[in-house]
């Protein structure tokens, strides 16, 4: 079974820019999670997606931050414009549902150093 | 019930020796105690889980133990091998059933 695709691995951009990273999770998973992961800190959930609708995005820059997982498969996460705070990996997960403790399974992520 | 605890932030252990990495959780009603494996580079990895009706699950290496009375739950790494040099997080699962996630510990494995 394939696991869950990132692209980019990384990337590198300067402030102001915007850069977008592209997630395809296991097939048959509903849910699909962005997480970002600081350097030294854990996981920090920013959005859930329940096949094509949002779950949660309370915690999503949204002045800046957007994203949106189209028929309910791949996920596209964007910054823009970026901010030196927002050097990080972010990952992306998915699991077979979300209304309950399911394994969650994580992508390598794409680490992103903003200049 | 959103507070865990986990410690120690790192802990180093000769190759060979056990490792032990202990949370502790404020919400009695919680009942599900994952424990993630985060290797450099890569995303994090369910290793083992437990349930709150369960005390104990082993998996070869590996064993978590729940202590409900007392609020905490720990991880257990016997004969610790090079490969074991992670991060490991305790999440905890909150009431919408999305996971909250801690600083981790940093277990080194001398050789």
């Known amino acids: 079974e394939a696991g869950v695709a990132q692209s980019p691995r990384y990337k590198i951009i300067e402030k102001r820019q915007s850069v977008a990273f592209w997630c395809n999770p296991i097939?048959?998973?509903?849910?699909l999670y962005w997480y970002q992961q600081i350097l030294g800190q854990g996981p920090k959930l920013l959005i859930q997606?329940?096949?094509?609708?949002?779950?949660?995005d309370s915690q999503l820059p949204k002045d800046r931050f957007s994203a949106e997982r189209l028929k309910g498969v791949d996920s596209t996460l964007k910054i823009q414009p970026a901010k030196l705070e927002d050097s990080a990996v972010y990952l992306c997960?998915?699991?077979?549902?979300?209304?309950?403790?399911?394994?969650?399974?994580f992508g390598p992520g794409t680490r992103l150093t903003v200049t | 019930g959103e507070n865990v605890e986990q410690h120690p932030s790192t802990l180093s252990v000769q190759e060979g020796d056990s490792a032990v990495i202990k949370c502790t959780y404020s919400?009695?009603?919680?009942?599900?105690f994952p424990w993630y494996k985060q290797e450099l580079g890569k995303g994090p990895q369910l290793i083992i889980d437990?349930?709150?009706n369960v005390g104990e699950k082993k998996d070869q290496r590996i064993a978590v133990t729940l202590n409900k009375t007392a609020k905490h739950f720990s991880l257990h790494i016997t004969e610790t091998q090079p490969e074991d040099s992670a991060v490991y997080f305790c999440?905890?699962?909150?009431?919408?059933?999305?996971?909250?996630w801690g600083a981790g510990t940093k277990l080194i494995i001398k050789p």
């Open positions: 999440p905890n699962l909150d009431s919408n059933y999305q996971l909250i």
């Open positions: 997960a998915s699991s077979l549902g979300g209304g309950g403790p399911y394994e969650q399974y």
């Open positions: 997606f329940q096949n094509n609708g949002v779950v949660d």
């Open positions: 097939s048959g998973h509903a849910t």
């Open positions: 437990i349930r709150s």
């Open positions: 919400d009695s009603a919680s009942n599900y």
